[in-house]
């Protein structure tokens, strides 16, 4: 059964700072790997796709990376701002479904 | 183009009775998987339709079942409704057919279930 762990559970940085969100999973047999945003009451905005083959990708300030050998993938995002505050979600696909983590809940302070 | 599109957002019922939750996917999509997000939890697996049929499904019981209607668009039915089915439904979309589509699921905005 595949397991999705995202450490810390919550974050505070100041603006401007660079940060790194961690995910990691327990089966590497996986399709893809999607990172999520959501706030609070919403539902999920897709920010990153990685599929099993590749092993990064970037979008603006943000970058996400795979490592399906070792069970990891990580949310680089650079010089924050306040908008980036909300709850970043990795989902693991295999299987034809989704396994989320429980979340990395982000403050940028102004 | 509309993405993906949920209703209703929120609505309150009372213990043991039933509830439609309906959905419509993104244009060009053909998937739809249904999940239960509890507060302060990642969202839950329920199942998942494609061509009318249940595709697979997560460990919910048979109180929670679902439809998808030809033009894609689905429902989730639970009924004998607990408190602790209280959460958000979320709907998703996909096209993800090996050769064609990427597999990258888009999420509507939810419905908000509250059962008192």
């Known amino acids: 059964k595949q397991e999705v762990t995202q450490i810390p559970a919550a974050l505070s940085v100041p603006e401007g700072e660079n940060l790194v969100l961690n995910c990691s999973f327990t089966?590497?047999?996986?399709?893809?790997l999607q990172w999520f945003r959501q706030d609070p009451g919403k539902g999920l905005t897709s920010l990153l796709l990685?599929?099993?083959?590749?092993r990064e990708q970037t979008s603006g300030r943000l970058n996400a990376s795979l490592d399906k050998s070792s069970g990891r993938s990580t949310l680089y995002i650079a010089a924050s701002q306040p908008g980036d505050s909300a709850t970043y979600l990795c989902a693991v696909k295999g299987n034809e479904k989704l396994t989320f983590g429980t979340g990395t809940r982000l403050t940028i302070i102004p | 183009d509309a993405g993906v599109t949920q209703s209703p957002t929120h609505l309150i019922k009372t213990r043991g009775q039933q509830v439609t939750l309906r959905c419509s996917p993104k244009s060009g999509h053909d998937t739809v998987s249904w999940y239960q997000q509890a507060l302060g939890q990642g969202p839950q697996f329920i199942f998942q339709?494609?061509?009318?049929?249940e595709r697979q499904r997560g460990n919910f019981p048979d109180r929670f079942s679902g439809h998808q209607f030809p033009n894609y668009s689905s429902e989730l039915n639970v009924n004998a409704l607990l408190l602790g089915d209280s959460a958000l439904y979320l709907c998703?979309?996909?096209?993800?057919?090996?050769?064609w589509g990427t597999g990258e699921l888009f999420f509507g905005e939810g419905s908000r279930l509250t059962v008192l």
């Open positions: 990685i599929q099993s083959s590749q």
């Open positions: 339709y494609y061509e009318e049929e």
């Open positions: 089966d590497s047999a996986i399709y893809n």
């Open positions: 998703a979309s996909s096209y993800d057919h090996p050769g």
